[in-house]
């Protein structure tokens, strides 16, 4: 199973960019990328996936890696709501749907 | 996006007591659905795949006499701790797979908060 890395925390200001990092050095060329977030006491919501091209959605954008080895979450302009724990996942297997959380990144986005 | 409803959003017990909680599939048919837990300041645990139909897999190391899953349809499976311990307080969350394919995300419940005394 590929494992992830992220940094334990990170702060932001309000109205700057938010790049939250992730290595994922042992992924398989099947597995998707997700990314998740979770507020205090809330279940995670989804934000966005890839398998090898960056994407972008209303949410944020993905910036994989040409060797898909690590990617990035960006946050175009980060408001204080988008304070977080930020996980980046990679999907256990091709045809299953376990997402197994690491320890993620802990977002405080500042006034 | 699909929603993904659990309840009761926390309880309180006594201990030795059994707690069931539900996950339910609000707008589309969940084959398929996770149970996860999550202690305070930690990271979420999977602890079971809920097939419907079928018999709940288990992670290793988690005690399925101790936490019965059923899944009798396609938009409800149900989390049971048994004779429940201080030990099971903790953050449940259910999840469930939106729609097939390759591309499908788990949408996730606002998850239950088990305090057991």
């Known amino acids: 199973d590929a494992k992830t890395t992220q940094p334990t925390s990170m702060d932001c200001a309000e109205g700057r960019a938010a790049n939250l990092p992730c290595n994922h050095s042992?992924?398989?060329?099947?597995?998707?990328v997700y990314w998740y977030r979770q507020i205090h006491s809330q279940g995670p919501q989804y934000i966005i996936h890839?398998?090898?091209n960056n994407e972008t959605n209303e949410m944020a954008s993905l910036i994989i890696t040409e060797d898909r080895k690590s990617s990035t979450l960006i946050l175009p302009h980060a408001t204080l709501r988008d304070t977080a724990v930020y996980y980046c996942?990679?999907?256990?297997?091709?045809?299953?749907?376990?997402?197994?959380f690491g320890t993620g990144t802990r977002l405080q986005v500042f006034p | 996006g699909a929603v993904v409803s659990q309840h009761p959003s926390r309880v309180i017990c006594k201990s030795g007591t059994s707690v069931k909680i539900e996950c339910r599939s609000l707008d589309f048919q969940a084959t398929t659905m996770f149970w996860y837990r999550q202690f305070p300041k930690k990271s979420l645990m999977l602890m079971a795949t809920?097939?419907?139909?079928?018999?709940?897999?288990?992670e290793q190391g988690v005690e399925k006499d101790k936490f019965l899953i059923n899944h009798a349809s396609l938009t409800l499976s149900t989390l049971t701790v048994t004779s429940a311990h201080p030990e099971d307080s903790s953050f449940y969350i259910c999840s469930a797979r939106g729609r097939r394919g390759d591309n499908e995300k788990l949408f996730f419940g606002s998850g239950t908060q088990l305090s057991v005394l």
């Open positions: 809920s097939n419907e139909g079928s018999k709940a897999t288990y």
């Open positions: 996942i990679v999907r256990v297997g091709w045809n299953t749907d376990k997402l197994i």
């Open positions: 042992t992924i398989s060329g099947n597995e998707y």
């Open positions: 890839g398998l090898k």
